[in-house]
């Protein structure tokens, strides 16, 4: 999949192309839909299918220090849309001046003069162009100008018939931060994964018996609320079944919020320094501080004989 940043990076003789743009924050399953349906249009068409995404996400430059948790990093939107077969990801960097495009200059600019759509497809809550004033029928309107078409993909709502919520990034922000990772995982269609480079912390963990790999997370990373939770950590080419812990460590009157695993029966490993991610498959707990280290220890022993009978009731393995 080739990626480019901004408009100067697509290549010259691009030629026709099936487009799809969005936010497109965690590749949730309704993402993986369009992004899906589109990819196999392109196929039938035998032409290339481009995903067009923004960085910084939009709303922090409409509205400055909005910006969002974000469930999934640029990187890892990148390695989605790759494993869902599109061709190239145009991340363009959201300025205030972009955002200050009308609908049809938007439509101009990037899907006609750059990427010759030939097709855009999208959900029906699309929106686009200053103000949001774009939606899909005026994306379809200027496809008769522009001799493109425009498919809308039916939304993939949560919950029973007739009155579910849709799949959303906002929806599945909101879960994550009420310490719901497997409702988000259910609308992600994964695990919620966090990611970052393992960093020394109070060295406490080895004593405990619990040594943890404290990981230090990318700004703007949407956590999970404090708690312990059960999922896996990802390191050294594995995904290890580990204990969770989110949190300020009440304990020890902690002040520092981690994020921090415990690989189940794992001695001897040395991760410092490395990149590694955190997949949350389950809640176990809340946060809590002990009357004794000595009831903190039985409650840390009764997580992990919980972490390992949720890990292995998965329906799914970790996120690859
Ligand atoms: C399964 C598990 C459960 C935990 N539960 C709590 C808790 O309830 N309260 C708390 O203060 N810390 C809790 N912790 C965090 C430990 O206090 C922390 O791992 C320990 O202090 C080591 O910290 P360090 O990595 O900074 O050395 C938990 C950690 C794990 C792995
Ligand atoms: N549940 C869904 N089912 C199908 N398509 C969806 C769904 N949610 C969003 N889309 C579509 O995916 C594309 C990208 O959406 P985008 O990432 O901007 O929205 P979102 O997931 O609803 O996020 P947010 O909560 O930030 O609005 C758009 O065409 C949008 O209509």
Partial sequence: MQRWRGLEDIPQDWGR???????????????QLIIGRAVERAREAGLPTVVVTFDPHPSEVVRPGTHPPLLAPHH???ELCAELGVDALLVLPFTREFSQLSPAEFVAKVLVDRLHACLVVEGPNFRFG???????????????????????????????????????????????AE?????????????????????????RGRELGYPTANVETLPYTAIPADGVYAGWLNAEGEAMPAA??????????????????????????????????????????????????????????RDVARCRELIAAAPQGPAV
């Fill in 17 to 31: 192309s099936v487009v799809t743009i969005g936010s497109y924050d965690g590749v949730h399953r309704g993402h």
């Fill in 76 to 78: 890892r939107r990148a």
């Fill in 130 to 176: 200053h103000r949001a004033a774009g939606d899909v029928a005026v994306l379809t309107e200027l496809g008769a100008t522009y001799d493109y078409e425009v498919e809308v993909v039916d939304l993939v709502v949560r919950g029973a018939a007739g009155g579910g919520v849709p799949f959303s990034s906002t929806l599945t922000r909101r879960l994550v």
């Fill in 179 to 203: 310490g719901d990772v497997a409702g988000a995982a259910e609308i992600l269609g994964r695990p919620h994964r966090v990611e970052g480079v393992v960093v020394r912390g109070a060295q």
């Fill in 244 to 301: 969770i812990s989110v949190g300020t460590n009440p304990q020890f009157d902690g002040t520092e919020r981690t994020v921090e695993a415990y690989a189940i029966d794992r001695v001897g490993l040395d991760l410092y320094g490395q990149h590694v991610s955190v997949d949350f498959l389950a809640f176990v707990r809340g946060q809590a501080k002990f009357a004794s280290l000595d009831e903190l220890l039985e409650a840390m022993s």
